[in-house]
């Protein structure tokens, strides 16, 4: 059963950072399409960031050239450095993994930018 962590939310101040962790187990991460979505209040679920076994990123326009993301695949954990923060990224970031077609999902942590 494929089971995903994340770590790192929290609170920051408008331009500030936070880099998210996010852990998989039982499964063999290093084949998967891996990444990150957020969902605001009120808000529908949004994709962030994605990247696949081999690497290969993929971005929102509104996060591009604040946001990466990156995977140490010996580690099966996927990374999501925030940088610049902006009010509205304020969300709760999901982690997934594509595995086959079946998309697994972590249970959310929380960003929050407030001044």
């Known amino acids: 059963q494929v089971q995903l962590v994340e770590s790192g939310g929290g609170l920051v101040q408008p331009g500030g950072s936070l880099r998210l962790s996010c852990a998989g187990s039982g499964g063999i991460f290093s084949l998967y399409t891996m990444g990150w979505y957020r969902q605001a209040p009120g808000k529908e679920r949004e994709s962030v960031a994605t990247i696949s076994g081999r690497g290969t990123t993929f971005y929102a326009d509104s996060v591009k050239g604040r946001f990466t993301t990156s995977r140490d695949n010996a580690k099966n954990t996927v990374y999501l450095q925030m940088n610049s923060l902006k009010l509205e990224d304020t969300a709760v970031y999901f982690c997934?993994?594509?595995?086959?077609?079946?998309?697994?999902w972590g249970q959310g942590t929380q960003v929050t930018v407030s001044s």
């Open positions: 997934f993994c594509n595995v086959r077609g079946t998309v697994y």
